[in-house]
T-cell receptor, first 113, second 115 residues
Framework: GNSVTQMEGPVTLSEEAFLTINCTYT??????LFWYVQYPGEGLQLLLK?????DKGSNKGFEATYRKETTSFHLEKGSVQVSDSAVYFC????????????FGTGTRLKVLA | DAGVIQSPRHEVTEMGQEVTLRCKPI?????LFWYRQTMMRGLELLIYFNNNVPIDDSGMPEDRFSAKMPNASFSTLKIQPSEPRDSAVYFC?????????????FGPGTRLLVL
């Protein structure tokens, strides 16, 4: 079946450090891939997405590339800020059968000033 | 656009009481989802609707949970009777349609504490 695996957190970085949060997936067909972010006390919101192989999603300095050969969608940012402290969820949407979004377990990022 | 609206934002109740959570999706969205988030189990899909019809309720934990969508602008999730293990944050989300790449828009959540 479809699944998403994220690196466990928490991830603690100093401001301006480079960020990578790993995400790998298992899916039949050609899923779309997403990163959602959840700030404290709020619901999840879309950060970026990619709908086909080799697509790069980007937003607010974050990037992720859909790598079909390695079934990965790692999230990166060149220089994190304190305001990036949040929980990040990798997700995929199945493209066949019942509509299903599969979310990863989330990775908590803490950025220190 | 007001986004997805949930009420109440916080609910504290005693074990055995009935709890009703409410959701208003974004106007024009055909899909509505109910999720539960806990530290132990992460984000779980409970049920989703398409055009007000429940499509998949396989995530509903047990018969104490029920969900309805009487019209396109309103849905409820009811727990009766509530138990302490139901304590969690419950999210409602909606999406425009189903093409395989749709964004889900989440509400702010209802934080439920069952004593």
């Amino acid at each position: 079946g479809n699944s998403v695996t994220q690196m466990e957190g928490p991830v603690t970085l100093s401001e301006e450090a480079f960020l990578t949060i790993n995400c790998t997936y298992t899916a039949t067909g050609y899923p779309s891939l997403f990163w959602y972010v959840q700030y404290p006390g709020e619901g999840l919101q879309l950060l970026l997405k990619a709908t086909k192989a080799d697509d790069k999603g980007s937003n607010k300095g974050f990037e992720a590339t859909y790598r079909k050969e390695t079934t990965s969608f790692h999230l990166e940012k060149g220089s994190v800020q304190v305001s990036d402290s949040a929980v990040y969820f990798c997700a995929l949407s199945a493209t066949s059968g019942t509509y299903k979004y599969i979310f990863g377990t989330g990775t908590r990022l803490k950025v220190l000033a | 656009d007001a986004g997805v609206i949930q009420s109440p934002r916080h609910e504290v109740t005693e074990m055995g009481q009935e709890v009703t959570l409410r959701c208003k999706p974004i106007s024009g969205h055909d899909y509505l989802f109910w999720y539960r988030q806990t530290m132990m189990r992460g984000l779980e899909l409970l049920i989703y609707f398409n055009n007000n019809v429940p499509i998949d309720d396989s995530g509903m934990p047990e018969d104490r949970f029920s969900a309805k969508m009487p019209n396109a602008s309103f849905s409820t999730l009811k727990i009766q009777p509530s138990e302490p293990r139901d304590s969690a944050v419950y999210f409602c989300a909606s999406s425009l349609s189903w093409t395989g790449s749709e964004t889900q828009y989440f509400g702010p959540g209802t934080r439920l504490l069952v004593l």
